[in-house]
C-alpha cells in the first residue's frame, strides 16, 4: 500500500509540475507564451551579459576539448563524459572552431568586420546563440519532468489511436509534439532522441517524429509573425502552419527517406499493449514512475546532458547560422542556386521574384533567415508564405541538423536535404491557399 502510494506521488507531482512548466498557457494584454517561457524570459533577464561570457565559455571548452581529444595518443574510454563530449571527428571539430571564433569576434569585437554585421554574427550570437542557451539550460534541467515519471504513457495511452491510424506512430509521440508547440521545438527534439535511446522508440519512428513533429514553438511563432507584419492576422497563420504540418506528416511518414528506415531500437522494449482508457494510462504511468531517477540521479543525468549537448551543438550552430546569413545577405551565391525558382516565379509574374526566391530555400541554413529575407517583401500574400516556410521546414542545419547528426538517430545529411525539400513542397501549396485566404492575394 506505502509502495502504490508512492509510485502515486511519485508520478502525480513531477508530472503535473511538467505539464503545468511546458503546456500551461499564461496570456496578458500585450504577450502569449507559457510557463517554460516565463522562465526562460527570467534567466535572460537576470543572467545578462553573463549568458554572454557563459556562451564563450561553453564554445571555447568545446573546442579546446576537441583539440585537446584530438591530440592525444591515447584516446579515452568509450561511453564516459569526457569520451561523449570531446571525441569528435575532423570535420565537427573544425566546426566547433569556427563557432568559437565567431562568437569570440563578436563578443571582442574584433576579426573580420563581415562577421560582426547586424545580420550575420550579431543576430547569430546575441538572438540564436543567447537563447540556445538558456533553452537548454532550463529545458535539459526540466525535461525529464515530462519524460521520465509517466506523463508520456499516460498521454500516450489516449493518443494511441489516432497517431497510430494517421501516422503509424506511438501515442506517446504526442508529448514530442506539445513539447514542441507550446516551448521549443529543440526541447522536442530531444525529447524523442531521449526516448529512442531508451528503446521507447524504434529508429524509424523516431526519425519521423523528429522530422516532422519538432515544430517552432507558439511564442518563436509569435516572433516570426511579429518581424514579418503578419501578427494580426496570427492565429489564422498559426492554424495554417499546424494543418501543412500535419498533412505533411502524414505523407512523410509513408514515403522515402523516412519509411524505408528500419525498426530496429538501442534498448529492449516491452511490446505496448492495444488497451486505452483511464485505467490501462494510470497503470502505465504508475509503472513508468517506479522506474523514474531518484534526485541524485536526476541533477547528475541533467549535467551530463547539458555538457554533451551544449558542448556538442553550440559551435557548429554559431559557425553554420553565421555562414549561411553570410552566404544569404552578402554573396551572389543563393541568387544563382534560386535561378530556375526565380524564372519560375517570374513567369507567374510574382513581381518581387528576386526577393522571393532566396526565402524558399533560406530555411535549411537557420530557421530565422526566411523571417529576415521575409521583412524586404512588400506583399503580404508572400510574407505570409516565407513566414510560414521559416516555421514548417523544420529542417534547419544550423541547430536542428547539428543536433540530428550529433545523436545516434540513424539521419545523414543527404536524408536532411532530401526531407527539407520534401518538407517544402508538402507544405507550400497548403500555405499558399491559407495566404490566399487570409490576405489580399498576390
Not at 507531482?13 to 517561457?37: E, M, N, R
Not at 550575420?120 to 538572438?127: A, E, F, P, S
Not at 522508440?201 to 526519425?207: D, F, L, P, T
Not at 524564372?343 to 518581387?352: A, K
Amino acid at each position: 500500500m506505502i509502495k502504490h502510494l508512492a509510485a502515486q506521488l511519485i508520478f502525480i507531482i513531477p508530472a503535473s509540475t511538467g505539464a503545468f512548466i511546458f503546456l500551461f498557457p499564461v496570456v496578458s494584454i500585450d504577450k502569449q507564451t507559457i510557463v517554460f517561457g516565463i522562465l526562460t524570459d527570467f534567466f535572460h533577464l537576470h543572467l545578462g551579459r553573463m549568458l554572454d561570457e557563459l556562451l564563450l565559455l561553453i564554445v571555447a571548452i568545446a573546442a579546446v576539448g576537441g583539440i585537446v581529444s584530438t591530440l592525444r595518443s591515447q584516446k579515452s574510454p568509450p561511453h564516459t563524459l569526457f569520451s561523449e563530449a570531446f571525441d569528435l571527428s575532423f570535420g565537427w571539430l573544425s566546426l566547433r572552431i569556427a563557432g568559437f571564433v565567431v562568437v569570440a569576434c563578436v563578443y571582442l569585437d574584433i576579426g573580420p568586420e563581415i562577421i560582426r554585421l547586424p545580420d550575420t554574427g550579431i543576430t547569430v550570437v546575441k538572438d540564436i546563440g543567447l537563447n540556445i542557451v538558456v533553452i537548454y539550460l532550463v529545458g535539459l534541467a526540466l525535461m525529464p519532468l515530462m519524460t521520465d515519471y509517466g506523463l508520456m504513457e499516460f498521454v500516450g495511452a489516449y493518443c494511441k489511436p489516432f497517431f497510430r491510424k494517421l501516422f503509424n506512430l506511438p501515442g506517446r509521440a504526442a508529448v514530442d509534439t506539445l513539447t514542441s508547440v507550446v516551448s521549443a521545438s529543440s526541447i522536442g527534439l530531444l525529447v524523442t532522441i531521449s526516448q529512442y535511446e531508451k528503446g521507447r522508440y524504434n529508429a524509424r519512428e523516431a526519425s519521423i517524429i523528429a522530422s516532422n513533429f519538432s515544430i517552432v514553438s507558439i511564442p518563436f511563432a509569435l516572433v516570426i509573425a511579429s518581424i514579418t507584419n503578419i501578427d494580426h492576422i496570427f492565429f489564422g497563420w498559426y492554424f495554417t502552419v499546424i494543418i501543412s504540418s500535419l498533412m505533411a506528416a502524414v505523407v512523410m511518414s509513408r514515403i522515402p527517406p523516412l519509411a524505408l528506415i528500419p525498426e530496429t531500437r538501442l534498448a529492449p522494449l516491452n511490446e505496448e499493449a492495444d488497451s486505452t482508457g483511464w485505467t490501462f494510462a494510470y497503470q502505465s504511468a504508475l509503472a513508468q514512475a517506479k522506474r523514474a531517477p531518484g534526485p541524485v540521479l536526476y541533477v547528475r543525468l541533467f549535467i551530463r546532458n547539458f555538457i554533451v549537448t551544449a558542448f556538442g551543438v553550440l559551435g557548429p550552430c554559431m559557425a553554420i547560422a553565421t555562414l549561411a546569413s553570410i552566404i544569404l545577405f552578402h554573396t551572389p551565391v543563393i541568387n544563382w542556386l534560386v535561378t530556375p525558382i526565380t524564372m519560375m516565379l517570374t513567369l507567374f509574374s510574382v513581381i518581387e521574384a528576386e526577393l522571393i526566391a532566396p526565402g524558399l530555400v533560406a530555411g535549411f541554413g537557420d530557421q530565422f533567415l526566411p523571417a529576415l529575407v521575409a521583412t524586404k517583401i512588400q506583399a503580404e500574400f508572400w510574407r505570409f508564405i516565407v513566414a510560414g516556410l521559416s516555421v514548417t521546414q523544420l529542417i534547419f542545419m544550423s541547430e536542428f541538423g547539428m543536433l540530428v547528426l550529433r545523436s545516434s538517430l540513424p539521419i545523414n545529411f543527404t536524408s536532411l536535404a532530401a526531407i527539407f525539400l520534401l518538407r517544402t513542397l508538402l507544405t507550400l501549396p497548403v500555405l499558399s491557399a491559407g495566404a490566399w485566404v487570409l490576405t489580399s492575394g498576390s
